[in-house]
């Protein structure tokens, strides 16, 4: 069955849509693979659609609208970041939803692919370096023209925000407790703000065996501290069981870190970076709690897998705290 949207989308792109598919994966967003026809020419292209059409962004909530993302991917594009181009910002008047097209480019999200299969072990090595010259290109983005669009949530403002959602459980986690507590000092100021990815982590990254193809999903963008792309890339629930790699499960710190460094971003210290990976685990770990709630009231088994993972980043706070394993 076509979907309803259908011949509105191909009024607005001026068109004709083909091999429309529905693609799994997108927790918070529909996304749409077809191919764009007019005349002698085919665009391989992706829709990024808001679910139903309608996207409403809950009170208190960071993520911005489609537009913005659309709008800053193409501001992260003009300064060198690998990012597909956007084609086309929807409109109210199209009649098809709220979301944008882009290109659809080659390569592979499924980190369990990327971690294991053949096809990427020769690039796997060269992965944390990229990512690190990345990252640096997206805070060296100039953020005047896009500021209006976009929230300042710095990290003591997250860790606040994460406060008061944690309290709200009134559910204690002690370890929970020692990594505020350990937090709170080290997250008191930032040396720089900047445009940030947000959600910049294996699983948003599309990875091809030849390199990193580009950043996905910045719903999460926002200014802040830089600080937190590179530790939530390292976080090691993003590792996927390749724990002893510790960006991404596929590269070592050091390695993003020279790439950061030599594509301008500037030297970081790795203590820095601990400090936000502890509130990456942290930060997790909570959202875990928040979805075993969403399972007491709908009793999804997704809600459920996931909402018992808080005790894994309890371990990884553990480690990273008291051990001082990265």
């Known amino acids: 069955m076509e979907p309803d949207f259908l011949a509105s989308l191909e009024r607005a792109l001026g068109r004709r849509v083909e091999k429309l598919t529905r693609l799994s994966g997108g927790a918070s967003q529909e996304t749409w693979s077809f191919d764009g026809t007019r005349g002698g020419e085919t665009l391989p292209l992706i829709l990024r659609r808001a679910p139903g059409g309608v996207r409403v962004i809950p009170e208190g909530s960071t993520s911005v609208p489609l537009s913005t993302e659309a709008a800053v991917i193409e501001a992260s594009r003009a300064a060198g970041v690998a990012a597909p181009r956007v084609r086309y910002v929807l409109k109210d008047e199209d009649g098809a939803g709220q979301g944008y097209v882009m290109d659809r480019l080659p390569g592979e999200t499924i980190a369990r692919k990327i971690l294991r299969d053949e096809a990427f072990a020769a690039v796997r090595p060269k992965l944390a370096r990229q990512c690190g010259e990345i990252l ?11 500021q209006h669009l976009l929230p300042v949530v710095d990290g003591p403002t997250q860790l606040r925000a994460y406060r008061d959602v944690y309290d709200a459980f009134d559910y204690p986690h002690p ?9 709170e000092p080290r997250m008191a100021g930032a ?25 996905l999903d910045w719903e999460l963008t926002h200014i802040g501290d830089p600080l937190e792309d590179i530790g939530w890339i390292c976080t090691n629930s993003w590792r996927f069981g ?27 210290d790795p203590e820095h ?25 709908d009793r999804s088994v997704e809600r459920a897998a996931i909402g018992r993972r808080s005790s894994e980043t309890e371990i990884d706070l553990i480690n990273l705290i008291i051990g001082g394993k990265l």
Not at 136 to 146: E, G, K, L, M, Y
């Open 175 to 183: 370890v929970f407790e020692l990594a505020f507590q350990w937090l």
């Open 191 to 215: 040396a720089r703000q900047t445009l940030v990815h947000g959600d910049f982590r294996h699983g948003n990254l599309l990875i091809s065996p030849a390199r990193v193809e580009a950043a």
């Open 273 to 297: 970076v601990r400090t936000w990976i502890v509130y990456g685990s942290l930060k997790w770990g909570i959202m875990c709690m928040k979805m075993y709630h969403g399972f007491l009231a």
């Open 136 to 146: 640096a290109r997206i805070h060296a983005v100039d953020i005047a023209p896009i």
């Open 242 to 268: 390749a724990a002893e790699k510790v960006v991404g499960g596929f590269g070592d710190l050091p390695d993003l870190l020279c790439g950061y460094e030599d594509a301008g971003g500037g030297r970081v």
